[in-house]
């Protein structure tokens, strides 16, 4: 599962029949590097991902991707690749700090 900002959505003029009615957005994953530089969400390439739980513009989201993706549909057939799954509420983000050498585990 990754993290991605919903950046708008996207309206089919044609579809397979198992896509009608379905919800498709646009989502930009988020960055490890955003997170730590505790700029803007997103920094990731965009792609789309079927919803049916209908996050506003600028909502976090969890997408899961691949096979997985299509699982809701079961045991119907629906050419899924990735699906949001969950609503992000909170993101608390601990970068692990950086290793650095005492003076004894410096070779001189």
Not at 14 to 19: I, Y
Not at 30 to 51: H, Q, Y
Not at 87 to 105: A, L, R, Y
Request: glycine fraction near 10%; charged fraction near 20%.
């Amino acid at each position: 599962m990754r993290l991605a900002v919903v950046r708008g959505s996207v309206v089919l003029n044609a579809a397979v029949p198992s896509l009608q009615g379905q919800r498709l957005v646009i989502v930009e994953p988020i960055t490890a590097e955003r997170l730590k530089a505790g700029g803007r969400m997103g920094g990731g390439k965009p792609f789309i991902a079927v919803d049916q739980l209908g996050p506003a513009e600028g909502q976090v989201v969890g997408v899961v991707e691949g096979r997985t993706a299509a699982s809701p549909y079961w045991p119907e057939e629906i050419p899924v690749d990735a699906y949001c799954a969950l609503i992000v509420q909170q993101i608390e983000f601990h970068p692990p700090e950086p290793e650095t050498k005492t003076d004894s585990e410096v070779q001189p």
